[in-house]
């Protein structure tokens, strides 16, 4: 495989390093090197682009290929105990990839094990993958660890730059860079006025600190999740949406990840890759109604923010011959703008429960489920799933870029208010 970044690709690596998409997963049972060794490389054999790296050629133009590429490293350790899988999740998190090295793909592994249990942490250069993506190879490495015998057949992906959007997309990106530059020009303005700053006060992704990361983790129970999906069917109300409205009355601007694997020109399908957008939805919290009322209005707005002149907006404005110099200068400013200068997002998984993941074998099953992204420009996520029938919380964020006490009070809030959601339906 050889090809040049398509335009979801190009955006995402020009954000720079280190923007890591991390996972880690508790199996049950002993896994060893071997058996992890013929896992991997049947997923690589599935999953093309995990067997890719970047060069760039002398024209300055970037490529994603397999030429020279080995196997999936992984480095093997002893299981110790959570703190210490925790602070390997976050040293995955924090560590760059190696684009000089050209044995190395933009994958690793690393495997603890224990007579009883194993934790694997599975680490991705986000250029090259997303949640979901995360999501099906947690799948499909499960699956080869159970039935290692299992025959193989490789998903393929795109394999030219212009098969990635659909045309009526395609028609409205900028032909030639020039328009880019114009609407880059308008933005450094726009950024000066609305916040006072200048592109020097913004933090880009080489400045990350390490040990920065900080995890508040919640869930509710089988009964309360169950309790939960119901009241949002009742009040017919995507569980998303109702998600957000738990924190809209501390943040009112919300980017929601989007799956673009059904709008793109390619099918996709369950392909490992980057096959994810966003839409930010700004929606204030209107304390004289009630919880439900606010959340239909946030439902309304994001329904509205679903399109693909939302989905498509930022990249319907760049032209990828626009340098990565210049876009990575521009990327966090622009974040800055959607966001109000606190870039929040909410990624939910949904049920991982009817994704095929094998929750439950004889040999390998999976006990828990947790991953957080690099966080290169500050931003604050909140990842949410469905697990063994219990919906799962995970809040993130940079102690460095945001208050910890202030973060507290609203993981702490967006729990009070789902307990009270529960506590008043049962008392109806």
Known sequence: MRRKLNDLEYLNFSIGQPYNL???????GKISEEELSGALKKAQEMHPLLKARVEIDENEDYWLTSEEVQEIPFVTAQYKNDTH????????????????????????????????????????????????????????????????????????????EEDIFPSKIRRRIPKTTFRTKIFFFFMRIYYFIKFGKKKEDVIHADEYKKDDLRLITWYLDEEETNQFLKLCKKNRLAVHSAVCTLFLPEISTINNPVNLRERLAFPIGEAFGLYAGGTVIRKKYNERRDFWKNAKKYQRKLYFGLRDKKVFKIHKMVHTGVSLKILNELGPIFIEIAGNQEAFAITNLGSLDRMGIKLDSKKFSIESFYGAVSFAIGTITVLVYTMRDRMNFHFHFLESRHDERRMNIIAENAQRRLKDLLTKSINV
């Open 22 to 28: 991390v996972v880690v997963l508790r199996i049950k």
């Open 85 to 160: 899988t925790n602070s390997l999740f976050l040293e995955n998190l924090e560590t760059p990839f190696d684009y000089e090295n050209i044995h190395l793909p933009l994958f690793r592994t690393t495997l603890l094990t224990s007579e009883e249990q194993t934790d694997l942490i599975l680490c991705g250069q986000h250029t090259i993958t997303d949640g979901l993506s995360m999501v099906f190879l947690t799948r499909d490495l499960v699956h080869f660890l159970n039935y290692p015998d299992a025959e193989i057949s490789p998903i393929t992906s795109p394999s030219k």
